[in-house]
């Protein structure tokens, strides 16, 4: 069954609409279960469907979930009983016999889920690889005979595992190809590393060059390169915000972003992930009542939000952002690191993906970490955005100016995404990641998965739920040659541990096929695919341009 709510139904208020604005909501039940695909709150300010689903956790896996964190809690607590009277040897770092009286060192109770619970399934993760994180990679193996405390190498290297893990957007991150070659020549020619910043002895033509062509590719007046994506966020807003500043962030912003603001010494306030009437109330508020005591008017308002979130694979309503921007006369910084090269028809990110004008964000910001196979971020904006930039931010002013090997990388993928090095490999590429995610989606929606975010999102979480299946699914899936990332609490809710899928342009239909083959068997050996919303099979058709002017269903 599936109903349609628009204009004047009694049913709009119930679901987040407000003044009467064009809103689609499709129910599709299934027994007990609810899945709520959203499209537009405000429909005339898209100009294309937007569809994200998030189906309800089902109430006994719930239970069940939460039972089985209470099981390993009581484990730990009687593990750390035995620890304590030298029963079980303890691994983890405390403070000595004689510094007992000091200030501790180590928060006992905060490791209490590393000691016990992370300890368990630690080899899922850090594991070291021993080839270039293409669309296949080479594993290190290794073992452990102490719970995971430790790991000793077995000197077998495990070869040809499909990588769905990598950030490798559009395939960039390779060893062959030109910008390989032209990272290998400049290599050879300057070397590694700067030694000097910027603002001293660090800035080469090549770097300018960089920033020329990233301004370009966005369609800005000016860009500024930085050698660290993390650094980019977390040491350029607190040269835009201040005391006396308010910084409005969404609740699922990356750490980055969240380090930034605190940074700051902004007053923060969080509204809900993705909630516009979350966000337009928070405004509200703060043009009504102003600053704390004083109520005088903040010195600024700006709102911090991310294109794709990668622990949701969700895209960001930058249209009804922008509005709301707009609207309270508000400051916009945008966070593209998962989305820019990854969506819209030409890469541009999540502005050419909605169609918009890249001049209604007033900092853009994203990292050449991801799409582009390399290191570092930009901030791009208006030309005095960024000659403020210059001579404000720590990141521009401390920090070793980019090497020059990664400069030419980013400079070569660039090039090559925008069509200037006379082919058309870029294009064919954002083409076929876009085609890789739609049927990749679509056939775990049709096995049985619950499947977060939005349909065009290359990041894919799969909710596995309880605690045990976080480890014994990447065990799995690694046992069949196929490397995953899972991820759980404190990263996730702590009833919504999944793994997360990443799709490359580099992936083939036979590598997606097998590794949906794998998922599937996976999936029936632990039982995960709690989807009560069957999604009948539907024939492939070749992909086409038309892929982001239309919506499948």
Same mark, same amino acid.
């Given at each position: 069954?599936?109903?349609?709510?628009?204009?004047?139904?009694?049913?709009?208020?119930?679901?987040?609409?407000?003044?009467?604005?064009?809103?689609?909501?499709?129910?599709?039940?299934?027994?007990?279960?609810?899945?709520?695909?959203?499209?537009?709150?405000?429909?005339?300010?898209?100009?294309?469907?937007?569809?994200?689903?998030?189906?309800?956790?089902?109430?006994?896996?719930?239970?069940?979930?939460?039972?089985?964190?209470?099981?390993?809690?009581?484990?730990?607590?009687?593990?750390?009983?035995?620890?304590?009277?030298?029963?079980?040897?303890?691994?983890?770092?405390?403070?000595?016999?004689?510094?007992?009286?000091?200030?501790?060192?180590?928060?006992?109770?905060?490791?209490?889920?590393?000691?016990?619970?992370?300890?368990?399934?630690?080899?899922?993760?850090?594991?070291?690889?021993?080839?270039?994180?293409?669309?296949?990679?080479?594993?290190?193996?290794?073992?452990?005979?102490?719970?995971?405390?430790?790991?000793?190498?077995?000197?077998?290297?495990?070869?040809?595992?499909?990588?769905?893990?990598?950030?490798?957007?559009?395939?960039?991150?390779?060893?062959?190809?030109?910008?390989?070659?032209?990272?290998?020549?400049?290599?050879?020619?300057?070397?590694?590393?700067?030694?000097?910043?910027?603002?001293?002895?660090?800035?080469?033509?090549?770097?300018?060059?960089?920033?020329?062509?990233?301004?370009?590719?966005?369609?800005?007046?000016?860009?500024?390169?930085?050698? !660290? /994506?993390?650094? &980019?966020? @977390?040491?350029?807003?607190?040269?835009?915000?201040?005391? %006396?500043?308010?910084? +409005?962030? =969404?609740?699922?912003?990356?750490?980055?972003?969240?380090?930034?603001?605190?940074?700051?010494?902004?007053?923060?306030?969080?509204?809900?992930?993705?909630?516009?009437?979350?966000?337009?109330?928070?405004?509200?508020?703060?043009?009504?009542?102003?600053?704390?005591?004083?109520?005088?008017?903040?010195?600024?308002?700006?709102?911090?939000?991310?294109?794709?979130?990668?622990?949701?694979?969700?895209?960001?309503?930058?249209?009804?952002?922008?509005?709301?921007?707009?609207?309270?006369?508000?400051?916009?910084?945008?966070?593209?690191?998962?989305?820019?090269?990854?969506?819209?028809?030409?890469?541009?990110?999540?502005?050419?993906?909605?169609?918009?004008?890249?001049?209604?964000?007033?900092?853009? !910001? /994203?990292?050449? &970490?991801? @799409?582009?196979?390399?290191?570092?971020?930009?901030?791009? %904006?208006?030309?005095? +955005?960024? =000659?403020?930039?210059?001579?404000?931010?720590?990141?521009?002013?401390?920090?070793?100016?980019?090497?020059?090997?990664?400069?030419?990388?980013?400079?070569?993928?660039?090039?090559?995404?925008?069509?200037?090095?006379?082919?058309?490999?870029?294009?064919?590429?954002?083409?076929?990641?876009?085609?890789?995610?739609?049927?990749?989606?679509?056939?775990?929606?049709?096995?049985?998965?619950?499947?977060?975010?939005?349909?065009?999102?290359?990041?894919?979480?799969?909710?596995?739920?309880?605690?045990?299946?976080?480890?014994?699914?990447?065990?799995?899936?690694?046992?069949?040659?196929?490397g995953v990332v899972v991820v759980g609490f404190p990263a996730t809710p702590i009833i919504e541990s999944r793994a997360r899928f990443c799709i490359s342009a580099a992936?083939?239909?036979?590598?997606?096929?097998?590794?949906?083959?794998?998922?599937?068997?996976?999936? =029936?050996?632990?039982?995960?695919?709690?989807?009560?919303?069957?999604?009948?099979?539907?024939?492939?058709?070749?992909?086409?341009?038309?892929?982001?002017?239309?919506?499948?269903?």
């Amino acid at each position: 069954v599936k109903v349609y709510l628009k204009r004047g139904s009694a049913y709009n208020s119930g679901y987040g609409c407000n003044r009467g604005c064009v809103h689609l909501v499709a129910f599709v039940l299934m027994g007990f279960a609810l899945q709520v695909y959203h499209a537009a709150c405000n429909g005339e300010l898209y100009s294309r469907p937007f569809i994200e689903s998030f189906e309800e956790t089902p109430m006994l896996v719930a239970v069940l979930t939460y039972m089985g964190y209470g099981i390993l809690t009581i484990f730990g607590y009687l593990r750390d009983f035995m620890r304590e009277w030298k029963i079980e040897k303890c691994h983890i770092a405390r403070e000595r016999e004689e510094q007992k009286d000091f200030v501790p060192l180590y928060q006992d109770f905060e490791n209490f889920y590393t000691r016990n619970l992370y300890m368990r399934i630690r080899d899922s993760w850090n594991r070291p690889i021993y080839s270039v994180p293409g669309a296949t990679f080479d594993l290190v193996e290794r073992s452990s005979n102490d719970y995971n405390w430790t790991f000793e190498y077995t000197g077998r290297v495990v070869k040809d595992v499909i990588n769905l893990g990598s950030y490798n957007y559009l395939g960039f991150a390779e060893n062959t190809g030109a910008c390989a070659t032209a990272a290998g020549e400049v290599t050879v020619k300057f070397g590694v590393g700067m030694a000097s910043t910027r603002q001293e002895m660090g800035n080469l033509k090549r770097h300018e060059e960089l920033e020329k062509l990233v301004a370009s590719f966005l369609g800005v007046e000016s860009a500024m390169a930085f050698g !660290m /994506g993390f650094a &980019t966020n @977390s040491m350029n807003i607190p040269a835009l915000a201040g005391k %006396g500043c308010l910084i +409005l962030s =969404d609740e699922l912003n990356h750490a980055s972003l969240v380090l930034g603001a605190r940074l700051s010494g902004s007053t923060i306030r969080v509204f809900k992930h993705n909630n516009m009437q979350s966000l337009e109330k928070l405004l509200r508020d703060a043009i009504v009542h102003g600053q704390p005591r004083t109520h005088r008017p903040w010195k600024k308002i700006l709102i911090l939000v991310e294109g794709i979130y990668s622990m949701e694979g969700s895209i960001i309503r930058l249209p009804e952002v922008i509005a709301l921007k707009k609207k309270y006369k508000a400051y916009l910084y945008l966070d593209e690191a998962h989305s820019i090269g990854a969506l819209g028809p030409y890469g541009r990110g999540v502005v050419e993906y909605f169609g918009l004008d890249a001049k209604d964000v007033d900092v853009m !910001m /994203g990292t050449f &970490t991801k @799409s582009f196979g390399a290191a570092g971020g930009y901030i791009a %904006g208006r030309k005095d +955005l960024i =000659d403020y930039l210059r001579t404000h931010s720590h990141s521009a002013i401390y920090a070793t100016s980019m090497p020059l090997p990664v400069v030419e990388q980013i400079i070569t993928s660039m090039k090559c995404i925008m069509g200037k090095d006379g082919t058309t490999i870029g294009r064919s590429r954002i083409q076929r990641l876009a085609e890789n995610t739609v049927y990749f989606r679509r056939r775990l929606r049709e096995m049985g998965f619950i499947i977060y975010g939005n349909n065009d999102s290359p990041v894919v979480p799969m909710m596995l739920y309880m605690p045990a299946k976080i480890g014994a699914f990447g065990r799995e899936m690694l046992k069949r040659n196929i490397g995953v990332v899972v991820v759980g609490f404190p990263a996730t809710p702590i009833i919504e541990s999944r793994a997360r899928f990443c799709i490359s342009a580099a992936h083939t239909k036979e590598m997606l096929d097998r590794a949906l083959d794998v998922i599937s068997e996976v999936g =029936d050996l632990l039982q995960l695919k709690y989807s009560r919303h069957k999604v009948l099979p539907s024939l492939d058709r070749p992909f086409d341009e038309t892929t982001y002017e239309e919506n499948e269903e």
